[in-house]
């Protein structure tokens, strides 16, 4: 078992910045693969990013440019900053966590809400 516990959410105006933390019980650096999802009000969750043991990213179209994932291997702890927010980032964040042989672990989420 992982146990993923995301914080950083909050309310920020159009334009402004987060940076959303994903701390993890075990160690980050034997996992296939971390990300980042969300999922806004009535629509189904999407990737957002993702960082591979490798330390490859990879991003949804709609947020290139903008958020950066990165973590820190002697924390056990992915970050995903994000910058020049969109009213349509508003949504609930979850944090992923892929071993190896494909068992996925997701934490409670962290509601992101970008409005002025």
């Known amino acids: 078992q992982v146990q993923l516990v995301e914080s950083g959410g909050g309310l920020v105006q159009p334009g402004g910045s987060l940076r959303l933390s994903c701390a993890a019980s075990?160690?980050?650096?034997?996992?296939?693969?971390m990300g980042w999802y969300r999922q806004a009000p009535g629509k189904q969750r999407e990737l957002v990013a993702t960082i591979t043991r490798a330390g490859t990213t990879d991003y949804v179209d709609s947020v290139k440019g903008r958020f950066t994932i990165s973590r820190d291997n002697a924390k056990n702890t992915v970050y995903l900053q994000m910058n020049s927010l969109k009213p349509e980032d508003t949504a609930v964040y979850y944090c992923?966590?892929?071993?190896?042989?494909?068992?996925?672990?997701w934490g409670q989420g962290t509601q992101v809400t970008v409005s002025s």
């Open positions: 992923n966590y892929r071993t190896p042989t494909m068992t996925t672990y």
């Open positions: 075990r160690s980050i650096f034997t996992a296939y693969s």
